[in-house]
C-alpha cells in the first residue's frame, strides 16, 4: 500500500507508462497470475496495469521495485499488506499487486547468485512462533531422535501466549497471529 498521494497523482508525475487504465480489478489481477503484467496500481475507482516485456520473475520484480522506488522518494509511505481490500483505501492511497514468486524461481535465482529486491520474495505464514531460542546445536545434530526429544522438552517448558493478528512485539508489528515462548 502506498499512502501520501492520489494514484492520478502519481500517475502524471511518473516515468512508468501503464499498458491499460481504468481496468477491472479482476483482469488486472488475471494478468499478474499469467505474467502479462509485472504491476497493477490500483485505488477505488480505477487501475493501471503495467505489461511486462520479460519472461523472468526476478527482472518483473525489478520492474515492480522501480515503481516503488519512485513512491518512496517522493517521500510516500510504504506498508506491506496481504490484504487486496480497495474499500478501506483513503484518498490520498493506493495499491501496488505485483506477480507471484515461485519456490522453484528464488531457486534458480539463489543457485544463479541473484537477488529479487526487497520484500518480492516475503512469505506469509499463518502464525508465527517467537521466543524459542533453540541452541543451535540441536539444528546441526546427527542425532535426530535426541535433538527432537530435547526440543520437545524444551518446548514443553515454556508458557505460550497467543497473540492476534496485527499485534506488536517489541517493535515490529505482525501481520499473522504470534504464539510468544516465554
Not at 492520489?6 to 505474467?35: I, V
Not at 518480492?120 to 539444528?139: E, M
Request: charged share 30%; aromatic share 8%; proline share 4%.
Amino acid at each position: 500500500m502506498i499512502t501520501g498521494e492520489n494514484l492520478n497523482d502519481f500517475m502524471k508525475r511518473t516515468e512508468q507508462k501503464p499498458s491499460h487504465s481504468s481496468s477491472p480489478t479482476s483482469d488486472a489481477d488475471q494478468g499478474l497470475l499469467s505474467r502479462l503484467s509485472y504491476a497493477t496500481l490500483c485505488d477505488q475507482r480505477e487501475c493501471f496495469t503495467f505489461s511486462s516485456n520479460e519472461s523472468t520473475a526476478l527482472k518483473a520484480c525489478q520492474d515492480s521495485f522501480q515503481i516503488e522506488e519512485i513512491a518512496r522518494n517522493r517521500q510516500l509511505k510504504i506498508a506491506y499488506t496481504d490484504n487486496d481490500d480497495l474499500k478501506n483505501l483513503s484518498k490520498n492511497s493506493f495499491l501496488m499487486s505485483t506477480i507471484r514468486v515461485e519456490k522453484s524461481e528464488v531457486i534458480e535465482s539463489c543457485v544463479n547468485h541473484t537477488l529479487f529486491p526487497p520484500k518480492s520474495t516475503r512469505h506469509l505464514i499463518p502464525s508465527r512462533p517467537l521466543g524459542l531460542a533453540v541452541p543451535i546445536d540441536w539444528l546441526k545434530s546427527k542425532n535426530y531422535a535426541e535433538a527432537e526429544s530435547a526440543f520437545v522438552k524444551h518446548i514443553r517448558s515454556k508458557r505460550i501466549r497467543r497473540l492476534p493478528e496485527g499485534s506488536k512485539v517489541g517493535s515490529r508489528r505482525y501481520l499473522e497471529e504470534v504464539f510468544l515462548f516465554e
